[in-house]
């Protein structure tokens, strides 16, 4: 089936095979090869959508990222919003419609892959037109490793759309001939549909490949649909082309209205005629190449407007072939509603603008000259340059390590384009000191035609009335001179600010068409020159990346590593709830059938404080400090003294920040003069580690300790209850577990069955408990002969909720949950573990802080709730009433906030631990806490609610 | 994303390093004899310079090791990097740096 805008022949689309897709519900067809846009182009639909704030019709006005005009949607194979129709290769099935400026993103999960890949190279070339694949054939020539990446589908940039010839063959002989040297080439990475979006420090360059979005439905699923590439490289060579530049006027948005530029590629690339009736509008020579190969593919070309007075010297060869060219004449406006139906021209001259007539056209191709596509070397911080003569925006610097070429570079015809290539190539080389290969020819190029100057023209005056209301400048904002003169009168003068209130250049396509027309209009307005004006930042990324890509796989399970003891298996077959802390999964409790959390967490906390429980502590942080100085470095890192510790004995320490703020808490065990266990919360053995380290390092490197983490090799488990030493007894009948021959707050190793078991008599919770300590390899076999041991005595596993109930009961506080950096050891009540006899540790100084001394400090205290039934929520404020037992006017002063709150077993009530200024003072006394509205009496306590005496410890 | 590089590995991307503030603040001798302003300007206060500044860092993801670097706080380039024990400290070039932690 051929469609009615297909030429008869050309193109470089497969005619033999058929697509079948469906926009705006409607099934139509196009051919291998052709994107959305050229397939639309084809069937004769110019018209997408309609815009965002003024609902006018709008359609493909360019052939690639730089388009304003044709977003879609699309629905088949998978939702995705905001694409441009000349980006999306066309597929069976694919299945799309046009968008007004705002997209839906999918509502079901994204079953495809994405990766991302790591890549080092000597010379990175961005761009495989003329001037990028000189540039990497002489780099590869010249043996360095060289990666090559492109966004088209096939390699030959600006060459897919014309008809040059180099060597006196086709121009995309070269460019096939030039891709298979490369192929050949064994340190050469090229890699087409692949946008290189982002280039930062020190040559690091991100690119996206879209791997498999043009296969649609037979993409295979092993392959990732998008990869992003990070290419690290010694040297770049930027090859990126030029955007072609519309010139404003009066309804320059309808459908029909199209960058010469991009008429030549869809002619050429895609063999689509983008109209029958065209008239041409430009202020330079470039065009008349798009009103010569449009004629010669038989559309009626009825007119070249140019906006200089003195034309082209390609008029004669316009005219030989039968085409008008109006010189010193501009288009002033357009009519037409879904479609352009006439060009109003009008002569120019000296700025004035005549009266206007009316030409017929389904086409009106625009051409206001070339912008560098610069991008790549701003991001990199390049500085740019204005150049009055093509009224764009050059790199006005070089930088280290970043050469830009070709067309990018402002030049534009192709001899120039690869000369200019494998300039750029040989300096990267020699900066990298790689010699270029003896043979390195480049193809041979016809004489060029010199082109004429062009004009800078950035808008038409309006003839219509109106004030620019129509004369768009961003089409994808709905953006018009008269937003940027309203701008400029309300005393806008930086182009940043500029953008910001008129919306410019911040739609999907950032501004490739419209930012510097933008600089040009407000140096006009303002009377300044462009230069002055200057641009807006181009920031990455240079075409839109979606988020999945960037994600890669770090998304689901593998967003974070899960980290899992050697127990896990057991905990979940056990049927516990498990709950996140920092990276472990951890077992927050174990419900039996019919068991909500708080059943579940009653009865554990119970079986614990009367019988016998068992917790999986392997998260523990450990850390094994070892060296002849290693009682100096911890005597100078905790509040209390570390080095009077006996072999054999354990020590509860606190450690601070210099500002005398607690970081950590936790328990040591000496376990040799010149050895130490340090035991860390779960959440601070990373910290500490790097905390000891910092000072170690960078303060005290004359003290010979090392220190290492040994979290992964040491399961942890804490046997709890007055039932524990039955237990531990039974296990490892070789230990005397009496409380004299192994009393609390000692270690002891032994063997079971061979294997090394360390003990500890440190409790968490107030109860008679010993730690076992074996190498995760045994963890299962341990934990089963404690369990079996146990079964006498109803053992119980519990979990973390558990855990935390039974050590707020007895006021342990969790560093990070009971405080917040501001709470020293004093406001803990931990004065005790605050050593005296030190002269010095770190944090000491600042406990002489009179604020320090505030009697009003917030101190940790318990509350008990005085109806014996709510449960404070933590973070929940405590007030004080005034002296007559009335709530203080607002705002009302806080006094605190509950740190910890949770239902006790033990005491048959639910209670919480709180920070309150001043608040052993106020011990006895009643405040309240607002929950859900009343306001709950609570009498404050001190933070040892359960077993104040320590009498249980010892069994 | 910068290269920077370790003193002990060589360049290494930046994500793999850690910043620790300035260098060269070292802990005071004598803490205790210090008045609580002079305390105070050791825990609290740091240059914030524009331009040459040296500064701490911490290959975290690699080696593990601190050093020293000067680096520019205007264009983020490290001029050069040294290890901590090397005799040619930064922190006598820098007039803006701080010797002691003491004065303020
Ligand atoms: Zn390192």
Known sequence: ?955 | MQLIACPWCGPREEVEFSYGGQAHVPYPDSPAELSDEEWAHYVFFRDNPKGRFAERWNHSAGCRRWFNAIRDTTTYRFERVYRLDDPKRGGTELASSRKEGTAP
């Open chain 1, 1 to 955: 089936m051929t469609s009615p805008f297909r030429a008869p022949e050309g193109g470089r689309i497969d005619r033999a095979g058929t697509v079948e897709f469906t926009f705006d519900g409607q099934v139509l067809t196009g051919h291998p090869g052709d994107t959305l846009a050229s397939a639309l182009l084809a069937n004769g639909r110019h018209q997408v959508a309609t815009s965002i704030k003024l609902g006018r019709p709008r359609g493909i006005a360019a052939a690639w990222a730089e388009d304003p005009g044709g977003l879609v949607q699309i629905e088949e194979p998978f939702p995705e919003p905001m694409l441009l129709a000349t980006t999306v290769e066309l597929h069976d099935g694919l299945a799309a419609h046009g968008l007004p400026g705002q997209g839906r993103l999918a509502d079901v999960p994204d079953s495809a892959r994405y990766d991302a890949v790591h890549h080092h190279v000597d010379v990175l070339v961005v761009g495989a037109g003329p001037a990028g694949l000189a540039a990497a054939l002489t780099a590869a020539r010249a043996g360095a490793r060289v990666a090559l990446v492109d966004e088209q589908s096939e390699a030959g940039g600006s060459l897919l759309s014309g008809t040059e010839r180099l060597d006196d063959a086709p121009a995309l002989d070269w460019a096939a001939d030039a891709v298979a040297e490369l192929a050949g080439s064994p340190e050469v990475l090229h890699l087409q549909r692949t946008t290189a979006f982002g280039s930062y420090d020190d040559g690091f360059v991100l690119a996206l490949e879209r791997r498999t979005d043009h296969l649609g439905a037979a993409a295979p699923k092993h392959v990732s649909r998008q990869r992003v590439w990070r290419i690290r490289a010694r040297s770049i060579v930027l090859a990126t082309g030029a955007h072609e530049r519309p010139v404003v006027f009066a309804d320059n948005d309808r459908p029909g209205i199209m960058l010469a530029g991009a008429a030549r590629t869809f002619l050429h690339r895609y063999g689509v005629l983008p109209g029958r009736e065209a008239v041409v509008f430009t202020t330079n020579d470039s065009a008349y190449d798009a009103a010569l190969d449009l004629r010669r593919a038989g559309v009626r070309v009825q007119a070249v407007v140019d906006a200089r007075p003195e034309g082209s010297p390609r008029r004669e060869e316009c005219e030989h072939a039968g085409i008008r060219v109006l010189s010193g004449a501009v288009v002033t406006g357009t009519q037409g509603v879904e479609r352009v139906t006439h060009a109003l021209v009008a002569p120019f001259a000296d700025g004035a603008v005549g009266p206007s007539s009316a030409i017929a056209c389904d086409l009106l191709l625009v051409s206001g000259g070339w912008n560098p596509a610069v991008h790549l070397f701003s991001q990199a911080r390049g500085r740019l340059r204005y150049d009055e003569v093509l009224g764009a925006f050059l790199p006005g610097e070089a930088l280290d390590g970043l050469t830009v070429t070709g067309s990018a570079a402002g030049v534009f015809d192709l001899a120039g384009c690869l000369a200019d290539g494998q300039r750029g190539a040989r300096a990267a080389l020699t900066a990298l000191a790689i010699a270029p290969a003896g043979e390195d020819r480049l193809p041979a190029t016809p004489d060029p035609v010199v082109p004429t100057a062009p004009l800078v023209l950035w808008r038409v005056p309006d003839t219509s009335g109106a004030d620019g209301s129509t004369s768009f400048v961003d089409l994808q904002r709905d953006a018009t001179v008269a937003d940027i003169a309203r701008a400029v009168g309300a005393g806008l003068r930086s182009i940043e600010h500029i953008k910001r209130y008129t919306t410019i250049g911040t739609a999907h396509d950032q501004g490739k068409t419209s930012g510097v027309l933008t600089s040009g209009i407000v140096a006009e307005l303002l009377g300044i020159p462009v230069q002055a004006t200057g641009t807006t930042t181009f920031r990455p990324p240079y075409t839109p990346v979606a988020f999945a890509a960037l994600a890669g796989r770090d998304r689901g399970r593998l967003f974070d590593p899960e980290r899992v003891t050697a127990l896990h298996e057991w905990h979940v077959a056990a049927g516990a709830v498990f709950e996140d802390v920092g990276q472990w999964k951890r077992p927050r409790y174990y419900p039996q059938p019919g068991e909500d959390m708080q059943t579940a967490v009653l009865r554990e906390c119970a079986a614990a404080r009367t019988g016998v429980g068992i917790l999986d502590g392997s998260t523990l942080g450990k850390i094994d400090v070892q060296g002849p100085d290693a009682a100096v470095l911890l005597d100078r890192l905790y509040t209390n003294l570390i080095s009077s510790l006996k072999v054999g004995s354990v020590r509860y320490g606190v450690m601070c920040g210099v500002d005398g703020m607690v970081i950590d808490d936790g328990t040591v065990l000496r376990l040799a003069e010149d050895r130490f266990l340090v035991l860390t919360t779960t959440g601070g053995a990373a910290k500490i580690l790097d905390w000891m380290e910092e000072w170690a390092q960078t303060e005290w490197p004359d003290l010979r300790v090392h220190c290492t983490s040994v979290t992964e090799q040491w399961v942890t488990f804490p046997v709890v209850g007055p039932r524990s030493r039955d237990v531990v007894g039974a296990v490892f009948p070789g230990v005397d577990v009496s409380n004299e021959a192994f009393p609390f707050m000692t270690w002891r190793d032994t063997t079971l069955d061979g294997v090394p078991v360390r003990l500890a008599r440190i409790s968490f919770s107030g109860e008679l408990a010993f730690e076992v300590y074996v190498n995760p390899w045994y963890a299962v076999a341990v934990w089963q002969r404690l369990l079996d041991a146990g079964r006498p005595y109803g053992i119980t596993p519990y979990g973390t909720e558990t855990m935390h109930v039974l050590r707020a009961e007895k006021g342990y506080p969790i560093v990070g949950q009971d405080t917040d950096g501001t709470v020293s050891p004093h406001d803990l009540g931990m004065a005790w573990a605050v050593s005296k006899k030190k002269p010095d540790f770190v944090g000491k100084r600042s406990f002489a802080r009179p604020a320090n001394a505030d009697p009003l400090r917030k101190q940790l205290v318990g509350l008990l709730p005085v109806d014996r039934e709510t449960v404070l929520p933590e973070g929940s404020q405590v007030i004080d009433f005034l002296a007559d037992g009335q709530l203080p006017p607002p705002p009302v002063p806080m006094l605190g906030h509950v740190t910890s709150s949770y239902r006790s077993a033990e005491l048959a009530r639910p209670f919480a631990l709180a920070l309150v200024k001043g608040g052993r003072e106020r011990i006895g006394d009643t405040v309240h806490v607002p929950v859900n509205g009343t306001l709950v009496p609570v009498e404050v306590t001190g933070s040892v609610l359960v077993d104040p005496e320590g009498a249980r410890r010892d069994g």
